[in-house]
């Protein structure tokens, strides 16, 4: 079955620097992605989608970057701020299935 | 609108006692979900319902019930408590037709089982 997995569970950054989260993918066939960001105590919240026809999509301060060759897709932050701490989780589905895998998330820490 | 609204916000709850979790939406979705998150597991699906009347089963759907008598409210029922229900139970919801879509998520249910 699909597996989904963040490279680092714990990212820190210094508010103002750009950061990147990474996800990696284990089915080929999986053709839309979402990045979610839970703060604590609160449920997950949509960031950004990207379906599997598009090599990146922008948003307000985010961008993902999806690279199907090697099943990897990234949410990078710009400007980084201490609202942004939090953890991020991407999702994966597969031949429109509207059962989504869930990687394990990554814990953004902002410093101020 | 309200979103995803999410009953009780915390239970504790003693070995083999029951309860049951309602979930809310009032945006029309057909998909409704329970997960539980527990602490560096991420979020695992328990049971979903692609409409009114329809439940399946997820990843981890022993120990728990579901029903969706209506199309707007899914609930989640324990009918005997164990420890290894201890979790945080999030329901969700999405659009269908022409999807898939984002996942809406409510504000979960913090659930302890002494």
């Known amino acids: 079955g699909e597996s989904v997995g963040l490279h680092l569970p714990t990212l820190s950054v210094q508010e103002g620097d750009n950061s990147i989260i990474n996800c990696a993918y284990s089915?080929?066939?999986?053709?839309?992605f979402i990045w979610y960001k839970q703060e604590s105590g609160k449920g997950p919240q949509f960031i950004i989608d990207?379906?599997?026809?598009?090599d990146k999509r922008q948003g307000q301060r985010v961008t993902v970057l999806l690279n199907k060759t090697v099943k990897h897709l990234s949410l990078q932050i710009a400007a980084t701020q201490p609202g942004d701490s939090a953890v991020y989780f991407c999702?994966?589905?597969?031949?429109?299935?509207?059962?989504?895998?869930f990687g394990r998330g990554t814990s953004l820490i902002v410093h101020p | 609108n309200a979103g995803v609204t999410q009953t009780p916000k915390f239970r504790v709850l003693k070995t083999g006692q029951s309860m049951t979790l309602l979930c809310a939406q009032d945006?029309?979705?057909?998909?409704m979900y329970w997960y539980r998150q527990d602490p560096g597991m991420g979020l695992r699906l328990i049971h979903y319902?692609?409409?009114?009347?329809?439940?399946a089963k997820g990843e981890v759907p022993d120990g728990y019930n579901v029903s969706r008598l209506k199309k707007q409210n899914f609930l989640l029922g324990l009918e005997s408590a164990a420890p290894s229900q201890t979790s945080v139970y999030f329901c969700?919801?999405?659009?269908?037709?022409?999807?898939?879509?984002?996942?809406?998520f409510g504000p979960g249910t913090r659930l302890t089982v002494t």
């Open positions: 999702a994966a589905t597969t031949g429109g299935s509207y059962i989504p895998t």
């Open positions: 319902s692609v409409g009114e009347g329809t439940t």
């Open positions: 990207i379906r599997s026809n598009m």
């Open positions: 945006m029309n979705h057909e998909y």
């Open positions: 089915n080929s066939a999986s053709d839309y």
């Open positions: 969700a919801s999405t659009l269908s037709g022409g999807g898939p879509y984002e996942q809406y």
